[in-house]
Nanobody, 125 residues
Framework: QVQLVESGGDLVQPGGSLRLSCVTSGFTLDNYAITWFRQAPGKEREGISSISRSGAITAYADSVKGRFTISRDNSKNTVYLQMNNLKPEDTAVYYC??????????????????WGQGTQVTVSS
């Protein structure tokens, strides 16, 4: 059974940092790009960062570029999202997702075939 399980969400003050983890199982992580999405209340789900199978290629939405860093450790079946200089507008449920095979990276939800359950990130003083 293909599974992605996020963790690391928390309440943090503006300017703070968090690292999210996405532990995968049921498939060979090396063969797939992984993307982080987020969804704030009342807003559409947004693709914010994606990483290629080897980790050599990454992509970021403009809203997080320069503040967030995606990485992966295929030996641990885990993908990470390091989030620095967090802002209140980063408050959302964060999801990791497995891309369909053909994509090197993708920020589009239509290119995803499996989603995690999400982890809540709240940025507030």
């Amino acid at each position: 059974q293909v599974q992605l399980v996020e963790s690391g969400g928390d309440l943090v003050q503006p300017g703070g940092s968090l690292r999210l983890s996405c532990v995968t199982s049921g498939f060979t992580l090396d063969n797939y790009a992984i993307t982080w999405f987020r969804q704030a209340p009342g807003k559409e789900r947004e693709g914010i960062s994606s990483i290629s199978r080897s980790g050599a290629i990454t992509a970021y939405a403009d809203s997080v570029k320069g503040r967030f860093t995606i990485s992966r450790d295929n030996s641990k079946n885990t993908v990470y999202l390091q989030m620095n200089n967090l802002k209140p507008e980063d408050t959302a449920v964060y999801y990791c997702a497995k891309a369909k095979t053909v994509f090197t990276t993708t920020l589009l939800s239509g290119n995803i075939d499996t989603w995690g359950q999400g982890t809540q990130v709240t940025v507030s003083s």
